[in-house]
Nanobody, 118 residues
Framework: QVQLVESGGGLVQAGGSLRLSCAAS????????MGWYRQALGKQRELVAL???????NYADSVKGRFTISRDNAKNTVDLQMDSLKPEDTAVYYC????????????WGQGTQVTVSS
């Protein structure tokens, strides 16, 4: 059973920084994609950033230039460095992994709250 353990998050003022970390364990197969999604109150969950095993990286337009995703394939960890935070970044952030050879092939972390005050 794949487990995702998230850490980081919290309360920060606008313009500040936070770092989220996620560690995946229990997978018998290679993890193809690791990433972060977020869900603000009353809104749908949306992609923030993801990195594939081949190091291909995608960012949501709203976070480009402010957030940096990084992955350690040997440790199965993925971090999200969030700089220049804005109040609109406030949301619950979820770690996500995609393991195409596994069933189920998609796993989610429990979520961590990020609150940015103005």
């Amino acid at each position: 059973q794949v487990q995702l353990v998230e850490s980081g998050g919290g309360l920060v003022q606008a313009g500040g920084s936070l770092r989220l970390s996620c560690a995946a364990s229990g997978s018998r197969f290679e993890i193809n994609r690791m990433g972060w999604y977020r869900q603000a109150l009353g809104k749908q969950r949306e992609l923030v950033a993801l990195v594939a095993s081949g190091e291909s990286i995608n960012y949501a337009d709203s976070v480009k230039g402010r957030f940096t995703i990084s992955r350690d394939n040997a440790k199965n960890t993925v971090d999200l460095q969030m700089d220049s935070l804005k109040p609109e970044d406030t949301a619950v952030y979820y770690c996500n992994v995609y393991i195409p050879d596994s069933f189920p092939y998609m796993y989610w972390g429990q979520g961590t709250q990020v609150t940015v005050s103005s």
